[in-house]
């Protein structure tokens, strides 16, 4: 059984109930994740050859300090950056460091700013140059399983259906769901209820409810799907080294759909449909 619960102000740990939020969290989660995507708005230009990690990320925490913002990954757990960069096969929590990125890489950069108490958590694909089609096409099928995810976010609905529409089309195109890490609430809270898994089947998990307010943020394989964490206790890797691609947004249900918190003001991130 399931129990919703309103969103109260101060909950500081995760219930086992799913919040549903009113009017008030979806202003704040608007403001959050606007802020949150206008940070990668700004890193866009910046994520060329020559560029390090740790400056990206100096560069983003500078972004949060100067607009009244706290990125939610400084010293969470340990953490001590401001923005996750996982670059080629490693597939989510990379570490930012002073190594120059390289022509052909890709790079996910993943940021959680927290204004007001709201958290705005989102990712993006950045190609370093000029990249391989095999690591354009990855980011392409990522993107439009993030498409196809917020699609079927709507009341009615289930976890288990965007878990399902992301699978069927990420499998179609012969690439691998990632399954160690999943989509969360999100809100006054980092990581809340419910769960998004990035794969299932129709109808399982929880009914989706207007003023839900979680993540999808599916991560791809190449190959197979397996992860392995690396000493630094942080970034995860593909076990088989093959490339690795994640994109993320917020969202909140709505009476009819749901509501991106975190699209592009700049127009920079924009999902479209498979043609296929
Ligand atoms: N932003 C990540 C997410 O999408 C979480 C990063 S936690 C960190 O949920 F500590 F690794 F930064
Ligand atoms: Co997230
Ligand atoms: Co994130």
Known sequence: MVTYAPARANS??????????DEVGFAGMRAAGRLAAEALDMLTPHVVPGMSTAELDRMAFEFA?????????????????????????????GIPNEKPLREGDIVNIDITLIVDGWHGDT?????????????ERLIDVVEKCLFLGIEAAKPG????????????????????VVRDFVGHGVGRLFHDEPNIMHF???????????????????????GRPHVKILSDGWTAVTRDRTLS???EHSIGITE?????????PQGLFNLAPPGD
Not at 124 to 135: C, L, S
Not at 207 to 214: A, N, Q, S, V
Not at 256 to 264: L, N, Y
């Open 12 to 21: 500081r740990r995760t219930t086992g109930i799913i919040p549903l939020h």
């Open 65 to 93: 300090h100067a607009h009244g913002a706290i990125p939610a990954t400084l010293f969470f757990r340990g953490y001590r950056h401001s923005v996750c960069t996982s670059i080629n096969h490693v597939v989510c929590h």
């Open 123 to 135: 990712s993006r694909m950045f190609a370093v140059g000029e990249i391989a089609r095999k690591a």
């Open 157 to 176: 609905n289930t976890t288990g259906d965007i878990g399902a529409a992301i699978q069927t089309y990420a499998e179609r195109q012969r690439t691998a």
């Open 200 to 222: 299932g089947t129709p109808g399982s998990g929880v009914e989706l409810k207007p003023g839900m307010i979680f993540t999808i943020e599916p991560m791809l394989n190449l």
């Open 245 to 247: 691609a994640q994109v």
């Open 256 to 264: 009819d759909g749901c509501e991106i918190f975190t699209a592009s």
